[in-house]
């Protein structure tokens, strides 16, 4: 006979995307969250900035405070759920509550990869269960699995296209070639985007994401100031995350076979991290290539597994909610925290390794150069196409700084051109 335990009463803080989300999931439809080996959950308040604002919003008057603080603080409620976003006062709010031995589930990236190894120490010092699947990958899971299913491996390399917004914003550009502010616009339409979207479209979101993968796939907290998110330039470096990406580089990457993809990759090299966001050209006919809109993707290589692939909504409302809800559900099972049984991870954050050393192909769009100008021996003719506007072209598998000499060549004198890396 099932034992039944006191309901375990849950404070929401923020109610917007997901936050209403998580709402919904727990007053409208408790019967998917009843674990026969768990405690009953009960929404037990919701902190909200404008109080008018949220009634008006239809959510239950009788639980609303703007008093973030006091629900944290409120000793009627044992599980806090913080959906603010942000750095302050989301940090101070869920230290407090670890610190108080008191559960938190959190979507929020940013702090987690911001304030990680000391969070990690507070929840550990206590006792008291962290968990953060929605903060990777929206509803797909992918942090404990990495945590639990594969701990018998050692894990090589993570990588993935984990940001909704870009990828919903490259994929309408290459597919519909609608200009990139409308499609943006979309993306915050939907909920998608971060409070400030300049997060997303910089790649700040997603390499905070990658910290988070890398900690639980390598046992160690990353800086991610540290986490590189510009591609180079023949000249220089690009502008950072996707905000350099052009419709014509995207007709051309199309032209050779290539998608431009937001790519974030941790690999781990003897004693050493590899991590980077970057804008890559990927070959349209592969997983990644065909992995479009708010799809996210992650694709981990362990040992002795080989490659495992991971796909579903990265983002909005409802797919985030599922994560929310799930993590939910594992405190009341008393399954722990996201890491799981892994190692502690409570020194500071080291720095990423700059990962763009090998070899490889690079494709860049030259506007004002044609294909049947020489082409110095680092690019390949076969992979160069003519538009109006300029050409398109790939080259030859060389160094990074083989390529910049050879598009620096060709390039009119000043001119300057984003040398994308190919993922062959
Ligand atoms: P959002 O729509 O901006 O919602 C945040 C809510 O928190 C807003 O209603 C905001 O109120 C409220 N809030 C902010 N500061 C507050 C304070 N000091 N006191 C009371 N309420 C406060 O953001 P979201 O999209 O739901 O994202 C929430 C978190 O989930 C973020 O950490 C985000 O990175 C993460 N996340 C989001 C998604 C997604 O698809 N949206 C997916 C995965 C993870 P105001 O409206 O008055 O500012
Ligand atoms: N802004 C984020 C994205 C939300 O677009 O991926 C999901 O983490």
New binding site residues.
Partial sequence: MPVTRPPLRVGVLGAGTVGRAVVDGLTNHPERLVATDGAPLRLAGIAVRDLDRARLAGLPAELLTDAPAHLVADPDVDVIVELMGGDEPARTLIAAALAAGKAVVT?N?HVIAHHGPVLEAAARRTGAAFRFEA?VG?GIPVLSPLASDLAGNEIRRVRGI?????NYILTAMAQDGRSYEEVLAD?QELG???ADPS??VEGD?AAN?LVILARLAFGRWLDPATIGRRAPTARGMGRPGITGVTDLEMEGAAALGLTIKLLATATRRDDEVEAAVMPTAIPADSPFGWTDG?V?RVEVDADPLGTVRLAGP??GGPA?SSAVLGDLVAVARDRGSTWAGLLPATDPAGPAADPLDGPRHWYAFLPAVRADVPLPGALDHAAAVDFEDGTAIRSEVVSLAEAKAAFTAILPEGADVTLYPVDD
Wanted: net charge negative; proline share 0%; charged share 25%.
């Fill in positions: 979507a990236k903060a929206g984990i940001n909704g917004t870009t993306a998608y985007a971060e997060g997303d979101d994401k708010v996210n990265g983002a985030t």
